[in-house]
């Protein structure tokens, strides 16, 4: 009992901090920068005075993975792709304290693969073009992706930790959820638009905010079936009710597809873990969490007028069927697979997508898909990483089926790089805690399976 007293402590203390940071934020938001600062600045002590002993390096990069989209709304960001610099820097030097494991070959191999790319670009892009920008709002993300798996791979953390990591991971989002309470606290007063409501996003980037609301829904909702609070449980149905409201409001589909995907993948490795009895126990949470996505969804209808029914039914305000349910992401796609068919070896350089797609559709837009990038923008050694990012954890799986997440982790990384690339830290780094080997201290271990680092 006290270690649960604890905790409830613990959780609705940190709950009140950061609803205290998105009221600070909302009232002045030029304190953005220095409050971004502070928190670079505390996680750097605690990583380098600790020697990251307690995967220290691993919390703070949680943490910035996850608020990464709040800072960029608020203009907290020094440079753009702060958030993903940080996650690298973060975890290397993590990594110098703890290294890691023998067997990380085939993401050195990834990350190698990566640099032809820069060389070929240097040789295709337009001498108008900023060259270093290009290339660091193309490779930052994939970059943190290789440093997460490169951190995380084989590498043992207890199961406490681990929830450590994804309270780290879902804490900023819940204050960047009161931060856009605070913004836009009724959708009955506001213009509502079909193709992305940035009324309800404070003018950001709905594709990016729905990408993690709908990642913070996610977590939320395995919380009920992972912590055993009632008090707990309570508090976090109404923040599931919070976020899945926020996240169907604007009106990017992409997010919230990607949630109940992951949610379903949870749920169906944890009942294939769990035994006839506990299988039973959670049947329960199964309704509940059924019967309140429900509500939320009813609830979403009558504060968006009904207009949330025609944009998931692909409709347009007047109720008319829209031709292309992707709004225009296929034909970025042929574009790119178009460029690998013709430059299949080298690719067409980092970076040069977009200006591909100038040439032969006659607009400028960066890709939504990180696939096809890598495809475009690295031919076959492109291929070739795809095929180790895929493999690897499907390989590693099948020997330790061990972490509730690695599914739902696994589809939130590859279905969101499908509608939203890398612009994010998220996907990167939620692919990482995929190869985290979860050690259950409560039960006896096993030595059928020896484990090295």
């Known amino acids: 009992m006290a270690a649960k007293g604890r905790y409830k402590y613990n959780y609705i203390e940190l709950l009140l901090i950061h609803l205290g940071m998105a009221i600070l934020l909302y009232v002045y938001e030029p304190i953005a920068p220095l409050l971004l600062f502070g928190i670079l600045a505390y996680f750097s002590f605690l990583i380098l005075t600790r020697e990251n002993k307690n995967n220290e390096a691993l919390l703070a990069a949680a943490y910035i993975a996850g608020a990464e989209v709040f800072f960029r709304q608020t203009g907290g960001m020094v440079f ?92 900023p989002i819940i204050s960047q959820m009161f931060y856009l309470y605070l913004y836009t606290p009724s959708m009955r007063e506001v213009s509502i638009s079909l193709s992305g409501n940035y009324a309800a996003t404070g003018g950001f980037g709905p594709n990016q905010i729905s990408t993690v609301f709908g990642f913070g829904a996610f977590l939320i909702a395995t919380r009920v079936f992972t912590i055993k609070h009632k008090l707990i449980n309570i508090i976090d149905l109404v923040l599931l009710g919070m976020m899945g409201y926020r996240a169907l409001i604007t009106f990017s589909r992409g997010g919230v597809f990607t949630a109940i995907a992951c949610i379903l993948a949870f749920l169906i490795f944890l009942y294939y873990k769990k035994g006839a009895r506990e299988q039973m126990n959670l049947n329960f949470k199964v309704i509940l969490l059924g ?10 209808m009558v504060q968006t007028g009904g207009l949330l029914g025609n944009r998931y039914s692909n409709q347009d305000a007047a109720g008319r069927l829209k031709d292309d349910i992707t709004t225009g992401r296929v034909e970025l796609v042929t574009t790119e697979l178009h460029a690998f068919v013709n430059y299949p070896v080298t690719g067409i350089g980092v970076g040069k997508g977009r200006e591909y797609r100038e040439e032969n559709l006659g607009i400028e837009i960066n890709t939504h898909n990180e696939i096809s990038r890598l495809l475009s923008e690295h031919g076959l050694l492109g291929l070739v990483s795809l095929f180790i990012l895929i493999l690897v954890p499907i390989i590693f799986w099948t020997k ?18 499908n509608h939203s690339a890398m612009r994010i830290a998220l996907p990167a780094f939620v692919y990482g805690l995929a190869l985290l080997y979860i050690v259950d201290d409560k039960k006896p271990p096993v030595h059928r399976k020896r484990l090295t680092d």
């Open 80 to 171: 753009y792709e702060t958030g993903k610099y940080m996650v690298i820097i973060f975890l290397v030097i993590g990594m110098f304290f703890k290294g890691t494991s023998n067997r990380t070959v085939p993401f050195w191999t990834y990350l190698l693969i990566l640099i032809p790319g820069i060389v070929v670009a240097s040789m295709t892009i337009s001498y108008q073009a900023e060259f270093r920008k290009l290339i660091a709002f193309n490779l930052s993300g994939p970059v943190a992706l290789g440093i997460a798996a490169l951190y995380c791979y084989y590498k043992k953390i207890k199961q406490e930790d681990f929830q450590r990591v994804i309270l780290m991971l879902l804490l």
């Open 291 to 300: 019967g309140a996505t429900i509500l939320i969804w009813l609830f979403s």
């Open 400 to 417: 330790f089926k061990n972490n509730y997440y690695f599914l739902a982790f696994l589809a939130f990384w590859f279905l969101t790089i």
